[in-house]
């Protein structure tokens, strides 16, 4: 399949789920990275008039808040821009008893890296209720197959157009798309804390990560000979750890 097919069939699905949903349009955040900028190309083409991204830095870098306007220009998409830096504070100092005053502060603390996200996921869905919108996920098949996302943060959405992308195809969609060339060759990250990066947290290349899952979805891993067995195990063990990420919430029942 070729990717601008690819992009009309995801535009297509894209227009499909909200409007079988009784939605207006879309709404997502936007980064600044490929994930979000590719997803909000694909809402545009969707929904020209009722597509809204939301920028949200917390101790964000000027340059991704730079680089998710660029894409909004540049495509024509509508944004609203929330500073959410300071209710970070507030609500870390409420739980905590403490001030965040620097973006390095809080690196390897989960508990706390999470909480932007999950801010984010708070104005989404606010925006979602007032405007009749659905809220579009940005997450990909690579990060979601492992669990590379924040439960109930990044990973609270409506729809996914990219589930079923992997990293790598998601990068060639991108350059059919016209995404600019910054922005592809970005180097990713979740922006949780001062020089952290998606790949560093994974523990791998996105190129490798992709191969892996491709070779268990084949079940033939003997086809990535050239990637050491423990890398493969480790990711098989990233996917079954995760599982409950992408489950439904288990409920018991008397029967």
């Given at each position: 399949m070729r990717p601008p097919e690819l992009a009309l069939r995801i535009s297509e699905w894209i227009r499909e789920r909200v409007t079988e949903a009784g939605a207006r349009g879309a709404v997502l955040g936007m980064?600044?990275?490929?994930d979000s900028s590719v997803t909000a190309v694909l809402c545009k083409k969707a929904f020209p008039e009722t597509t809204l991204g939301l920028i949200m830095p917390c101790f964000s870098?000027?340059?991704?808040?730079?680089?998710a306007k660029m894409i909004a220009s540049k495509f024509g998409i509508a944004i609203k821009e929330i500073d959410l830096s300071p209710i970070f504070k507030s609500v870390l100092n409420t739980l905590e008893g403490r001030a965040y005053d620097e973006a390095?502060?809080?690196?390897?603390d989960i508990a706390v890296a999470n909480l932007k996200p999950r801010l984010r996921m708070i104005c989404l869905y606010?925006?979602?209720?007032?405007?009749?919108?659905l809220v579009v996920g940005t997450g990909n098949k690579s990060e979601l197959a492992i669990g590379?996302?924040?439960k109930y943060g990044d990973g609270a959405a409506d729809i996914l157009p990219l589930g079923d992308l992997l990293k790598t195809e998601e990068r060639k969609l991108a350059e059919e798309l016209d995404i600019p060339r910054a922005i592809i060759e970005k180097v990713p990250t979740?922006?949780?804390?001062?020089?952290?990066?998606?790949e560093g947290e994974i523990g791998m290349r996105y190129a490798d990560l992709d191969a892996i899952i491709a070779a268990l979805e084949r079940d033939d891993v003997s086809s990535i000979r050239s990637l050491d067995p423990e890398v493969v195990e480790r990711v098989k063990r990233m996917m079954e750890k995760s599982r409950h990420k992408r489950e439904q919430i288990p409920m018991f029942t008397q029967s």
């Open positions: 980064s600044g990275g490929l870098p000027k340059e991704d808040v730079g680089h390095g502060k809080g690196e390897g606010y925006f979602a209720n007032k405007l009749n919108y590379y996302f924040t979740a922006g949780l804390w001062e020089g952290q990066t998606d």
